[in-house]
C-alpha cells in the first residue's frame, strides 16, 4: 500500500535510538522529510546521515532535550509547518513513589506530558489550516496495564493521554488526526535498562530478565523496533483520517483482555 506520504515533512522527537529512531527511518521510507531531536549531537547525527543514506530523503538532525523551551524552539525553527510530528522522550525512572520529591515528578511530566502538548499546540493550528496533520505520541502499554515501578511513567503518560482524547476529537474534522503508539517491550537501550534494574534487585543476569519478558508475550518474543517505526508510518498515512484518538498496544498481545 502506498502510504500517500511522499513528500511530506515530520519532526520526529527523541529518535536518534530505539523507536524514535525506528519511526524515524519507516518514515524517511516513505519519502519524508525528517527533522529528528536527541540531546546527544554524534549519536544523532549519525543516525540522520545513515538514514540519509538508506533512503535519500533529507534527514536535518536538531541537538536540544524536547522536555525544554529551548529544545522544542530549536525543532520548530528547523521545521516550522510539519505535517507530521511524532511525539516521543525518554521514559522517567523506575523506583518506588516515596523516594521521589516534587522535581523528580516536574522532570517526568515535562518530558512526557507537557512536551508532546506544547509541540501540538505548536503545530496543530498550521495543520488544520492546511487540511492535513498527523500526530503520534509514543506513549506506553503502562498506560492501559500500570508497571508498579514506574509510577512517574504511569502518571505522567495517562495525563497526556486524557488530553489527546479531547483534543483529537476537535481537530479531526481538518484531516488532522492524533493516535498514540503504547509500546511493550522492545528490544532498545531502555529496556535494557530497565531490566538492567530488576535485574540487579534480583541478582539474576540481565538477558534472563529480557528472556521473562518475551515468555511473558503470547508472541513469545520481545518486539523489533521496526515493526513499531512501520506502526507508526501507518499511522501518519494519508489514508488513515477516519482512525481518531486511538491507544494501539503493540505488546505481542501481553494485556489480557478480550477487548485490548
Ligand atoms: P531509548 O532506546 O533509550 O531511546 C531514547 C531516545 O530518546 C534516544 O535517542 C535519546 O537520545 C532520546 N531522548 C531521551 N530523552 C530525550 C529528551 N529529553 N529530549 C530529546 N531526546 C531525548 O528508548 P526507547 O526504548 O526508544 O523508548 C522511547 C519511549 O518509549 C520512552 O519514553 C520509553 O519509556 C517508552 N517505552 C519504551 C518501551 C520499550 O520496551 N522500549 C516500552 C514502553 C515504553 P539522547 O539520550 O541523546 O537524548
Redesign the pocket.
Known amino acids: 500500500m502506498d502510504l500517500g506520504l511522499t513528500g511530506k515533512t515530520a519532526i520526529v ?9 525506528a519511526c524515524a527511518l519507516s518514515l524517511a521510507r516513505e519519502g519524508v522529510e525528517l527533522v529528528i ?4 549531537a554524534s ?2 547525527e549519525k543516525t540522520a546521515a545513515e538514514i540519509s543514506k538508506e533512503t535519500g530523503v533529507k534527514v536535518t538532525p536538531v541537538a ?4 525544554t523551551e529551548e ?1 522544542r524552539a530549536a525543532a520548530l525553527a528547523a521545521c516550522p509547518a510539519p505535517d507530521i510530528l511524532v511525539n ?5 525512572p523506575p523506583g518506588d513513589f516515596r523516594d521521589w520529591d516534587r522535581e523528580d515528578w516536574i522532570k517526568a511530566i515535562d ?2 506530558m507537557l ?1 508532546p502538548i506544547f509541540l501540538i499546540k505548536s503545530v496543530v493550528d498550521g495543520m488544520c489550516d492546511r487540511k492535513f496533520g498527523r500526530i503520534v505520541n ?5 498506560v492501559k496495564s500500570p508497571i508498579p515501578v514506574l509510577g512517574m ?1 504511569n502518571g505522567a503518560r495517562a495525563g497526556l493521554t486524557g488530553f489527546v482524547a479531547g483534543l483529537a476529537r476537535q481537530v479531526a474534522r481538518h484531516n488532522v488526526v492524533i493516535n498514540n503508539l503504547l ?9 535494557r ?2 531490566a538492567a534494574h530488576e535485574a540487579g534487585k534480583r541478582n539474576v543476569a540481565v538477558d534472563d530478565v529480557i528472556a521473562e519478558r518475551a515468555k511473558a508475550t503470547p508472541t513469545g518474543r ?2 523489533d ?1 521496526a515493526e513499531f517505526g512501520d506502526a507508526c508510518a501507518f499511522l501518519c498515512s494519508a489514508k488513515i483520517g477516519f482512525i481518531v484518538g486511538h491507544n494501539l498496544l503493540l505488546d505481542g498481545g501481553g494485556f489480557n483482555s478480550s477487548i485490548a
Open positions: 522527537c527523541a529518535a536518534s535510538k530505539g523507536l524514535g529512531r531531536t536527541a540531546r546527544t549519536e544523532l536540544g532535550d524536547i522536555s529544545g516521543n522522550a525518554g521514559g522517567p518530558a512526557n512536551a509514543i506513549t506506553s502499554a503502562s511513567s509500546p511493550g517491550p522492545f528490544l532498545t537501550d531502555r529496556l535498562s530497565g520481545v518486539g523496533p
